[in-house]
């Protein structure tokens, strides 16, 4: 079966820091785009973060901009997404997608065009 799964939230201070981690079931990386997107409760999904097949392009929101990174190694077929001087605000279920890239030119790309996604991992941020 093809899916992803997202590892690595969990409960952490402001200020703090996580890493969550996305890997595929069923399918290698290697020919993907992978996107973050997170979804707090009430609140619409929001695209954080993306990465083209090879790494060449990364995209972040300004909202969380010099805070996160995200990363991919490919020999361990993940994603990683590093987060920073966590906030409050960042509190959400974190999801993981991929897009084919064939070019290295889909990051970013429309939310429609993710073809996979994960269940999500939760992340609060809270003292």
């Known amino acids: 079966q093809v899916q992803l799964v997202e590892s690595g939230g969990g409960l952490v201070q402001p200020g703090g820091s996580l890493r969550v981690s996305c890997a595929p079931s069923?399918?290698?990386?290697?020919?993907?785009?992978i996107g973050w997107f997170r979804q707090a409760p009430g609140k619409e999904r929001e695209g954080v973060s993306c990465?083209?097949?090879?790494?060449?392009?990364?995209y972040y929101a300004d909202s969380v901009k010099g805070r996160f990174t995200i990363s991919r190694d490919n020999a361990k077929n993940t994603v990683y997404l590093q987060m920073n001087s966590l906030k409050p605000e960042d509190t959400a279920v974190y999801y993981c997608a991929a897009v084919r890239d064939r070019y290295g030119s889909r990051c970013p790309a429309p939310d429609d065009d993710y073809a996979y996604w994960g269940q999500g991992t939760q992340v609060t941020v809270s003292s």
């Open positions: 990465i083209s097949r090879s790494a060449g392009s990364t």
């Open positions: 069923g399918f290698s990386l290697d020919y993907y785009a």
